[in-house]
């Protein structure tokens, strides 16, 4: 059994009529699938970013974020995947959503009209507020960066 304890309404608003609301691939999926709003297909060049426009604007919850993750069948089997790695819709954005979709592989990629291309997660989040200090606590781990808790 499933249990979905947060389900928020999302307001959509459709910018153009082909644009297709997200959508979620199964009941426990934590991203729903946003859709290419093109009017033809669109080819992606080997090493190329394009912003592939969804056709929709939204209202993120106060408090939350829709951050845009790759879909993982499209970038483990074609390369394509979000140039910025993962993207940040904010509550107070109402432009259109769109995606900046670059081609990590060595061939041309194309996306089709109403292909799914990436997966939208909504999120809350904290906002931090930054304090100077000259000293920070001790912890175990120290200053040890990249790779230093790993093992031998």
Known sequence: MYFNFDKRQVSVK???????????GSECAAGADLYACIDSDLTINAGETVL???G??????????GLIYA???LASKRGLAPANKVGVVD???RGEVMVALHNHSGAPQTIGKGERIAQLVITPYVTAEFILSDELSDTVR???????TGTK
Do not use: H, Q
């Open 91 to 93: 509550s107070d954005y």
């Open 142 to 148: 120290g200053e040890g960066g990249f790779g230093s």
């Open 14 to 24: 459709k910018l153009r009529k082909n644009a297709i609301l997200p959508t979620y």
């Open 52 to 54: 592939v426009p969804t």
């Open 71 to 73: 879909r993982s069948g």
């Open 56 to 65: 929709i604007a939204m209202e993120v919850p106060l408090g939350c974020a």
